[in-house]
């Protein structure tokens, strides 16, 4: 697997086949997916208006990934800031980061199990608004840090779909089966059109 920057470009390649930017965007969603693969690739892939056929409209591709490199360029920035901060804070003799801090370490920062069930705005809203979520010092009551609908910050939101307990979190086997096949539904919509395009 290519670094992000590496398959972003395949992807806005427009000499290039569809079809290898379709599966450079497939590795990008991979390197940055802030709802869980499956979520951020629905998400993208819907947001951006993606068909069923590639050369319908081959530049969705270039759209759905600016979307993630949008999100990602913010992210990779929250991240350069916060290693500075630490090290300052380490010479400091402050050895462990604050409570605030530890949701940076998460690789699906707003997980959704269900990969039709996610925030709707554009990825750079969700994760602004994780930041501001995170790092206040107040919280009125429990809530989303995604949606604000009030509920215990450890359970999964009906509302918004992410569930913070992350990947690890145990699904029901009906129910993690159920997702399965709904992936596997969108998945099909998609991976289609690498063969649709050739004809």
């Known amino acids: 697997m290519s670094s992000f920057p590496a398959a972003a470009r395949r992807v806005r ?3 290039a086949d569809p079809v290898a930017r379709f ?34 409209d081959p530049e969705s591709l270039t759209r759905a990934v600016d979307e993630l490199e ?28 604050t409570r605030g801090d530890q949701w940076l370490s998460a690789t699906s920062l707003a997980y959704c199990p269900d990969p ?8 750079i809203t969700v994760l602004h608004r994780l930041v501001d979520a995170n790092l206040s010092e107040v919280q009125p009551q429990p809530a989303c840090a995604v949606c604000g609908t009030s509920r215990p910050v450890s359970q999964y939101c009906t509302t918004c779909g992410v569930d913070p307990r992350g990947p690890s979190a145990a699904l029901p086997r009906d129910l993690a089966r159920e997702l399965d096949k709904t ?15 050739t004809r």
């Open 13 to 15: 390649d427009s000499a």
């Open 70 to 97: 949008e999100a990602r360029r913010h992210w990779l920035l929250l991240r350069t800031t916060f290693a500075e901060r630490r090290r300052r804070e380490k010479a400091e003799g402050q050895r462990q980061p």
């Open 183 to 197: 992936w596997r539904e969108i998945w099909r919509r998609t991976a289609q059109a690498p063969r649709l395009a």
């Open 23 to 56: 599966w450079a965007l497939r590795e990008c969603s991979l390197h940055f997916p802030l709802y869980g693969f499956r979520a951020t690739w629905h998400h993208v892939t819907e947001a951006a208006g993606v068909p069923g056929r590639l050369v319908d």
């Open 116 to 123: 039709r069930r996610h925030p709707d705005e554009r990825l």
